[in-house]
C-alpha cells in the first residue's frame, strides 16, 4: 500500500504538470488507477450528502498547508511574494502532500476522491515553481482553490481554507 501511495503521487506529479485542468488530472489518474475505460472524468462529490472522513495524517498535512498559505498570502496580495517565496511555498506544499500520501488511510472512495484536491494541490505547486505556462501567482490561487474544496468535501473540524488571492 505504501508503494502504491508513493507511485500515486509521482504519477500525480507527473499529470499535473502537463494537465490544464482538474478533469483531465482525475481522468488520467482514474484511468491509471483503475484501467477503465469510460471517457467521463470524476468530479468532486459529497459521500451520500455528507462530507468524506479524514484521518489524522491527513489533517495534520492540509492544515500544514493552509498555514503556509496563510502566512504567504498577504506577501502575495500585495506582490512581495519573488520566485524563491513561490519555489519555498511550492516546496512545503509537497512536503505535506507527501506525507499525506505516505501516512493516511482512508477508505477507497475517500481516497479516490482526495487524489482529486492532491492532483490540484500539486499542479498549483508546480505553477508557483514556474513549471506551467501560467504564473506564478495563478499556482497559488489553484492550491486555494484546492483547500476550498477539501474544505467543502471532507470532514476536518475547525479547518477553514485560506482567503482568496485578488485576481491579477
Excluded at 468524506?52 to 502575495?76: E, H, V
Amino acid at each position: 500500500m505504501r508503494t502504491r501511495r508513493l507511485l500515486t503521487l509521482t504519477a500525480f506529479t507527473l499529470i499535473a504538470g502537463t494537465a490544464a485542468s482538474l478533469p483531465a488530472l482525475a481522468a488520467d489518474a482514474h484511468h491509471h488507477h483503475h484501467g477503465d475505460s469510460h471517457a467521463s472524468a470524476p468530479t468532486l462529490h459529497l459521500n451520500a450528502g455528507r462530507q468524506w472522513a479524514t484521518d489524522a495524517p491527513l489533517r495534520q498535512s492540509m492544515a500544514g498547508i493552509n498555514q503556509a498559505m496563510a502566512k504567504a498570502l498577504p506577501a502575495i496580495h500585495h506582490d512581495r511574494f519573488g520566485d524563491a517565496d513561490y519555489d519555498a511555498l511550492a516546496a512545503a506544499i509537497s512536503r505535506h502532500v507527501a506525507h499525506a500520501v505516505e501516512h493516511c488511510k482512508l477508505a477507497p472512495e475517500a481516497d479516490a476522491q482526495l487524489h482529486l484536491v492532491i492532483a490540484e494541490l500539486l499542479a498549483g505547486a508546480e505553477a508557483m515553481e514556474g513549471k506551467a505556462a501560467t504564473p506564478r501567482h495563478d499556482g497559488a490561487v489553484r492550491v486555494l482553490q484546492a483547500l476550498k474544496a477539501y474544505q467543502k468535501y471532507f470532514r476536518h473540524p475547525g479547518f477553514k481554507a485560506s482567503g482568496a488571492c485578488g485576481g491579477r
